[in-house]
């Protein structure tokens, strides 16, 4: 499987100002000074590998929609946000008609559905959309999503076929060559969150959802939905005195709760998501930074627990990698 980010900032969509972009260059030109940069190659390499993630590049501003690719000719899709219409029109590239495209949603709130009115694919007939979620009223909310005085068309305009399935946890749906089951999240409004397992690969879409008190508990239930994945894309756009102080009963998480359930659960990779749309470049560099030294410094008190109790094993690094999802960013499972 590849992990494609099409969208990966929550709530509201964001774009860099003239402002932004100017301190980038800005920021760009005093690094080069003293370089030997007089062609086009070696400034290239200076900006790919020199320079620090937040200046060559962003994290990007479109909302929640991230895609999978599999070996079946088949679409597999979680959420539709903003960052949808440009995976629609890269999928109409490849030629118009006859497309299946599996939709999964994990929620009804407006930043994981207002992309869809302007995904092409649904526009073109001899298309089907599949529609996948755990909401009863998923394709009232979707149709009513797109009614006046909201928006100038309704989705009856839509060409493809529109198919809606409705999913409970236990369920397994079985897709596009993987199998999928759901997991109903602490959200207002409820959350579901996907995992999807093809052969021996696993990749577990978690967004949208807020850790509590029972989350530290032995037996907390979302450690067997996560357990060994080999991605968990975790809803983390809070630092940690957030999440339990001022933004409280959001219906979020953070970094440092990410860190911990994946340490739990032995997920080999963890690439947090659903970004503050307040949150700059240099702001969520930092933020990883801050995880990742989280990440270490847990690592390093477990060991020198354990090394110094008799006959106990010593931990497996567990998550091996922590990362913040960005706009563009692909990951192939290995």
Known sequence: MIVNFRGTRGSIPTALTAAEVREKVTSALLASRGKELRSEGQIRAFVEKELPFHISGTYGGNTPCVQIETPSEEYLVFDGGSGIRSLGNEIMSSGSGNKTIHIFISHLHYDHLQGIPFFTPAYIPGNKIIFHGGHENLEDSLSRHMAAPYFPINIDTMGAELIFEKHAPGDLIEVADCQITLYEQDHPGASFGF?????????????????????????????????????LIFDAPYTLSQSIGSREDWGHSSNIMGVELAARANVKKLALFHHDPAATDLQMSEFLKHTQKFLSLSQQKIKETRAGIAGMPMPRAHPQKVLIAYDGLKIEIQ
């Not at 577990?204 to 239930?221: C, F, L, M, N, Q």
């Open 195 to 231: 995992r999807v397992e093809h052969g021996t690969e696993s990749v577990v879409y978690s967004t949208d959802a807020e850790h509590r008190i029972p989350a530290h508990g032995k037996t907390y239930p979302y450690i067997e939905f996560i357990k060994n994945t080999d991605l």
